[in-house]
């Protein structure tokens, strides 16, 4: 089984600035994913970025970027730039590579609340 | 493609009603799945399926069935609703070859019970 822990309900920033959420995560699969997606209020689940736990390199996605630190099985969001639409609820979350009983599920953090603001 | 569709969007039960709440993929995936989500709980797999026919329970499986007829539909079942069911439930697909393991979710269902 995998855990995934979020330790930030909520966190707030201004516009045009950076903020980074944090998560940890404790596994004893040998491959995994990570991943962040975003729910806005309209509740719709939206993928943001994804790490395959056996790459090295952070993964970037135009703002968004992690820190992936496998040893310390932390997986944090670097969003830059902060936008008014950034504003959602940020779910961190993992999935198991392979075959047997946790194939396919994700693991999901408790979300951190991101409040953007002008 | 339209994704994965889930309906109703919104439903309000009585306490003992049973219903179905729809889940559609046209994706071709083999993995589905249905998630709840309560405030301050972040999303918990409810079950699971990895191909038609083939059908397995998730962390909070009591009080819910499924089954899996067609690789495109996977309906989720309140036998007799309860107070605690009142969630928002998502249902969600992805392949399970490899490759980077993302899961497409369909927009939700609000379901409150009286």
């Known amino acids: 089984a995998q855990t995934v822990t979020q330790s930030q309900p909520e966190m707030s920033v201004q516009e045009a600035e950076t903020v980074t959420l944090s998560c940890t995560y404790d596994t004893s699969e040998n491959n995994y994913y990570l991943f962040w997606y975003k729910q806005p209020p309209s509740r719709q689940m939206i993928l943001v970025i994804r790490q395959e736990a056996y790459k090295q390199q952070n993964a970037t996605e135009n703002r968004f970027s992690v820190n992936f630190q496998k040893a310390a099985k932390s997986f944090s969001l670097k969003i830059s730039d902060s936008q008014l639409g950034d504003t959602a609820m940020y779910f961190c979350?993992?999935?198991?590579?392979?075959?047997?009983?946790?194939?396919?599920?994700?693991?999901f953090g408790r979300g951190t609340q991101l409040t953007v603001w002008p | 493609n339209a994704g994965v569709t889930q309906t109703p969007k919104f439903q309000v039960l009585k306490t003992g009603q049973s219903m179905t709440l729809q889940c559609a993929q046209d994706m071709n995936h083999e993995y589905m799945s249905w998630y709840r989500q309560d405030p301050g709980m972040g999303l918990r797999l409810i079950h699971y399926s990895v191909g038609a026919g083939i059908t397995d329970q998730g962390e909070v499986p009591n009080g819910y069935n499924v089954s899996r007829s067609t690789t495109e539909d996977f309906p989720l079942r309140l036998l007799s609703a309860a107070p605690s069911q009142t969630s928002v439930y998502f249902c969600?697909?992805?392949?399970?070859?490899?490759?980077?393991?993302?899961?497409?979710f369909g927009p939700g269902t609000r379901l409150t019970v009286t």
């Open positions: 969600a697909s992805s392949t399970t070859t490899a490759g980077l393991g993302e899961q497409y």
């Open positions: 979350a993992s999935r198991p590579v392979g075959r047997g009983s946790t194939l396919g599920r994700l693991y």
